[in-house]
């Protein structure tokens, strides 16, 4: 069975930092483009930040940029999202995602053919 689980998420106070990790099972993620989105109460689902298969290529929401981090681990078959300096606007439901690879600049606006079940992350005081 092909599936997602993402960990990591919690409660952290304002400028705090966490860890999100993204692990598959069931298939490699070496031939994937992983992307990591948010949903917020009431809003819609964001794009975050995404990584190619390789690594060498990433891209991040003007948001986060300069306080997150996307990186991955093939061997481990796990994605990581490191985010500092953490703001209540960060507060949401975070999911990773994986879309087969395309081989350039991943984007937020592809379907991902594979979803987690997300992991609840709280920035507050």
């Known amino acids: 069975q092909l599936q997602l689980v993402e960990s990591g998420g919690g409660l952290v106070q304002p400028g705090g930092s966490l860890r999100l990790s993204c692990a598959a099972s069931g298939f490699s993620l070496d031939y994937y483009d992983i992307g990591w989105f948010r949903q917020a109460p009431g809003k819609e689902r964001e794009g975050v930040s995404c990584?190619?298969?390789?690594?060498?290529?990433?891209n991040y929401a003007d948001s986060v940029k300069g306080r997150f981090t996307i990186s991955r681990d093939n061997a481990k078959n796990t994605v990581y999202l490191q985010m500092n300096s953490l703001k209540p606007e960060d507060t949401a439901v975070y999911y990773c995602a994986a879309e087969p690879r395309r081989f350039g600049l991943c984007v937020f606006s592809w379907k991902y053919d594979y979803w987690g079940q997300g992991t609840q992350v709280t920035v507050s005081s």
């Open positions: 990584i190619s298969s390789s690594g060498i290529s990433t």
